[in-house]
C-alpha cells in the first residue's frame, strides 16, 4: 500500500462478458469453506453459500458483491460490531453475527446474505428451542427436533490473505476484476484527456 | 409391477435402461452458458446462450467432458420445480450425497450395485480402472493425484464384493492380445496404421462417423470387456461357481464404459460380460453412504489371480500408457531382446498429437498418440490421403486420458484441473516405477491364464473370448 489513506478496493464484473456460468460462486464457496479440502465436488458437504451472486435477467446474467464502502452502512448498523474494517475490506466476523438481519436491511446492494451454519457437513443448532408445532427445523439431521439451524451473515471478504479473489481468478471469461478507486478514476481521467486531445486536434486541424 | 405391461424380458433395469440416457443436461439447473458446448470435443451439444442447453445422443460419444465442466448448480437460494431428493432418486444417486448437483450429469447405477450386494446368492465381484487408485482420494479431502490402491482394494473388501479384481489384469492381457495383433498386422501386411481399440469414446466415434476406416482398429476388446468376460469363464471356473450366479462390477473414470459394457455383442461368456459400471464418483459415494472411513483403511491386495498386475496395466489410464505398455511387450517379442530403459519419455505428454519413432534391435516403429478427441480429424485425413507414415496409432477422447475421464472426482476450480490431472498421471507413473514387475508379459498370472486356459494370443479361445469384429457390430446396435 502506497498511502494510508487507500480507498477499498472491490470486486466487480462486466456484464457484457458474464455468460452466467456461476463458475465465481463455486469457487467463492469452495474457498471459504471451513473444511478447507473442497478440491472436488465430492468434498463438499455442505451447500454452496456464496459471497456473490448471480442474478439472472432477461438482459443477461452478472453477479452482484460487496462494494466494500467506505462509510459502511452495514458495519454502522451493526449493534454487536461484528462488521469491521480489515486493512480495505469492511469484514464480518461471522462467530459474533446474531442473525439480527439489521445489516441486510442497511445494504443498498443486497450483498449480505444469512446462511446457515454447518460443521463437518452436519446443521449447527440454534441455544434457543423452538417452540412451534407447525414450524419444522430445517436441515434436521435426525436428532435435532426442537432446535432451528444457527444463521449467521456473510459477505465477500474479497479473498483476505489470497494472492486474487478466488472469483476473479477461476472466471472463465476474466468478467470479473478488482477495482482499485485510485487506479480506476487515473484510467478514466486519462482516457478522457486523450479523448479531449483527440477533440481538439480533429478540431484546430 | 412393471412386467406385466411388457414382454417377460423386460425387467425395471431395462425400463431405466430405455428412458434414461448415460449423459443428459438438467434443464432446470442449466443457465445456458455454453461452456459444455465448448469443451464437447464432437458438436453434440446445442443451446441459446442463457437458455438451457441439450445433448444430441445420436452424436454423443458419452465421455462425460460437459460434466467435468458443467458449474451450473442446485442453488439453495432458488427454488426449482424438482426437489433435491427428487432429483438424486431421478438421477440414480444415494439419498446420503450432500455435495450440489450440476445440470450436466450421468445416469447412476450404485442402487443395482448395493441391491446385488445384499442378494446372497449372488457373487459378486468387481474391477477398477487403473485411473480410480489415483483419484478416489481426492474425494475424501487427499490431494490431487493421490496413489491408493491398498484403500481401494480395502474399501472394495468392506463393502462386501466377494472377489476384488482388477483391470489392470485385463489391461496386460490386452497388451498380449494387442501386441500379438500389431505384429502380425506388419508381419502379414495387414490394414496399418492400427487404433487402439480401449477408450469406448473413440470406438463410437469411429462407428458413427468414420466407418470406413474401421478396418484399422484392433480387434482386441478393452480391458473392462476383456476382464469381464474373463471373471465369468476363467474366473468362474476356479472358484467353481456358475457364471450365471455372478454379478460383476466395473468401477471407472469413464461414463462412457456404462454404454460399452451394455453393447449386445459383450456376451461372449455366454452372459453380459460385465453387468454394471459404476464412476469413480458413485464408488465414493457408495463408500461414505457405508460409514467407511477412506483415508483411515489399511492397505490391501487385490485378490489372486485377476488382480495380479504389472506396471504396464497400470499406466493404461494416462494418454500414452497404453503404447509405452504395448512397447515395452511388442519390442521384446519382436527381436527377443528386451528394450534398455523402460521409461519410454518419447510417447510419454499431454493433450494434442505426438508422434515417434522407436529403433530396437534393427526393427523400425513409428507411433502416433491423440489425447482429446477434438484433435484426431487431420490425423484421420492423413491415414485416408496415405500421408500417414506411422505403424500404431493410440486415442484417448478426454484431455490426459482416463485420469482426466467424465467419471472422475469432479475439480471445482477451472483453474486447478490441469494440476489434478497431471497429479494423477505423475501418480499412476510413480506405480508403475514402484512395482517390480513393468512389462505385461512378464505377469505370472497372465502366463498362468494362457498357460491354462487361452493357449495362445489371437488363438482360438483368445480370439472367441476376447476379441470383436468392429465392422460388423454397428448392424447389432
Not at chain 2, 460385465?274 to 477412506?294: P, S
Not at chain 2, 515417434?356 to 526393427?363: D, F, Q, R
Request: aromatic share 6%; net charge negative; hydrophobic share 35%.
Amino acid at each position: 500500500m502506497n498511502t494510508p489513506y487507500r480507498l477499498n478496493r472491490f470486486v466487480i464484473a462486466d456484464p457484457g462478458k458474464c455468460i452466467g456460468c456461476r463458475v465465481c460462486e463455486i469457487a467463492c464457496s469452495t474457498v471459504h469453506s471451513r473444511e478447507k479440502t473442497p478440491l472436488t465436488a465430492g468434498n463438499m458437504n455442505n451447500p454452496v453459500q456464496s459471497r456473490l451472486y448471480l442474478v439472472r435477467t432477461p438482459q443477461g446474467a452478472v453477479p452482484v458483491q460487496c462494494r466494500h464502502c467506505e462509510n459502511a452502512p452495514c458495519a454502522a448498523a451493526c449493534p454487536v460490531l461484528a462488521i469491521t474494517q480489515k486493512d480495505d475490506v469492511i469484514y464480518v466476523d461471522e462467530d459474533l453475527c446474531i442473525g439480527c438481519k439489521t445489516c441486510m436491511l442497511a445494504c443498498p446492494f443486497g450483498a449480505l446474505k444469512l446462511v446457515p451454519v454447518f460443521e463437518n457437513g452436519l446443521p449447527v443448532e440454534q441455544n434457543l428451542p423452538l417452540l412451534s408445532e407447525t414450524a419444522q427445523p430445517e436441515n434436521s439431521n435426525g436428532d435435532s427436533d426442537g432446535y432451528k439451524q444457527l444463521h449467521v451473515v456473510i459477505k465477500c471478504d474479497r479473498c483476505l490473505g489470497l494472492e486474487q479473489p478466488a472469483c476473479v481468478a477461476n472466471c472463465p471469461q476474466q468478467a470479473l476484476q478488482v477495482v482499485s478507486p485510485e487506479e480506476h478514476l487515473a484510467a478514466r481521467m486519462h482516457e478522457a484527456a486523450v479523448s479531449l486531445a483527440a477533440v481538439v486536434r480533429n478540431y484546430t486541424s | 409391477m412393471y412386467a406385466k405391461n411388457f414382454d417377460e424380458t423386460v425387467t425395471i433395469d431395462t425400463i431405466i435402461k430405455m428412458t434414461s440416457p448415460i449423459i443428459a443436461i438438467d434443464k432446470e439447473l442449466c443457465t445456458g452458458c455454453g461452456r459444455c458446448l465448448e469443451i464437447c470435443p464432437v458438436e453434440a451439444i446445442a443451446g441459446k446462450p442463457n437458455t438451457p442447453h441439450e445433448v444430441d445422443t445420436a452424436v454423443c460419444i458419452l465421455c462425460g467432458q460437459c460434466v467435468q465442466i458443467c458449474s451450473g448448480y442446485d442453488a439453495p437460494d432458488e427454488t426449482f420445480p424438482t426437489s433435491r431428493a427428487e432429483r438424486l432418486e431421478q438421477r440414480g444417486m444415494l439419498p446420503t450425497v450432500q455435495e450440489p448437483l450440476f445440470a450436466a450429469h450421468y445416469r447412476g447405477d450404485i442402487h443395482r450395485v448395493i441391491e446385488a450386494l445384499q442378494t446372497p446368492d449372488m457373487f459378486t465381484i468387481v474391477q477398477c480402472a487403473p485411473a480410480v487408485r489415483v483419484a478416489i482420494g481426492e474425494e475424501f479431502g487427499m490431494p490431487y493425484g493421490a496413489l491408493t490402491p491398498g484403500k481401494l482394494s480395502a474399501a472394495l473388501h468392506a463393502l462386501g464384493f466377494d472377489r476384488v479384481y482388477d483391470t489392470n489384469f485385463a489391461a496386460d492381457v490386452t497388451i498380449m492380445e494387442e501386441g500379438a495383433e500389431l505384429i502380425k498386422r506388419i508381419q502379414e501386411n495387414g490394414t496399418l496404421p492400427m487404433f487402439t481399440s480401449c477408450c469406448p469414446g473413440w470406438v463410437k466415434y469411429l462407428e458413427d462417423q468414420h466407418d470406413d476406416l474401421l478396418e484399422h482398429l484392433s480387434s482386441c476388446k478393452s480391458p473392462q470387456q476383456m476382464a469381464g468376460t474373463l471373471f465369468k469363464t476363467y474366473g468362474a471356473k476356479i472358484d467353481q461357481i456358475d457364471p450365471a450366479r455372478i454379478f460383476s462390477v466395473a468401477v471407472m473414470p469413464c461414463t462412457c464404459k456404462k454404454f460399452e459394457c451394455e453393447r449386445p455383442e459383450m456376451n461372449a461368456s455366454g452372459y453380459q460380460d460385465v453387468d454394471l459400471v459404476i464412476t469413480t464418483r458413485e464408488l465414493a459415494q457408495l463408500i461414505k453412504h457405508a460409514g467407511i472411513d477412506f483415508p483411515a483403511l489399511s492397505d490391501e491386495d487385490f485378490d489372486n489371480p485377476l488382480g495380479c498386475y504389472t506396471g504396464a496395466g497400470n499406466i493404461f489410464g494416462t494418454t500414452g500408457g497404453v503404447m509405452e505398455a504395448a512397447l515395452r511387450s511388442a519390442c521384446e517379442m519382436l527381436t527377443g531382446t528386451p528394450l534398455p530403459d523402460l521409461e519410454l519419455e518419447y510417447v510419454r505428454g499431454d493433450e494434442g498429437i505426438r508422434k515417434a519413432a522407436i529403433v530396437h534391435e534393427g526393427v523400425a516403429l513409428k507411433v502416433a498418440i491423440v489425447a482429446g478427441l477434438q484433435h484426431i480429424d487431420s490425423v484421420l485425413e492423413q491415414i485416408r490421403s496415405g500421408e500417414a507414415d506411422f505403424h500404431f496409432l493410440e486415442v484417448m477422447c478426454c484431455p490426459l486420458g482416463c485420469v482426466s475421464g467424465g467419471g472422475q472426482p469432479k475439480v471445482l476450480l477451472p483453474n486447478q484441473c490441469l494440476e489434478a490431472h497431471i497429479g494423477r498421471k505423475s501418480g499412476l507413473y510413480a506405480h508403475d516405477r514402484s512395482l517390480a514387475v513393468r512389462k505385461s508379459h512378464d505377469n505370472p498370472q497372465v502366463k498362468k491364464l494362457y498357460q491354462d486356459f487361452l493357449g495362445e494370443p489371437l488363438g482360438h479361445e483368445a480370439h472367441h473370448l476376447l476379441h470383436t469384429d468392429h465392422s460388423h457390430n454397428r448392424n447389432l446396435v
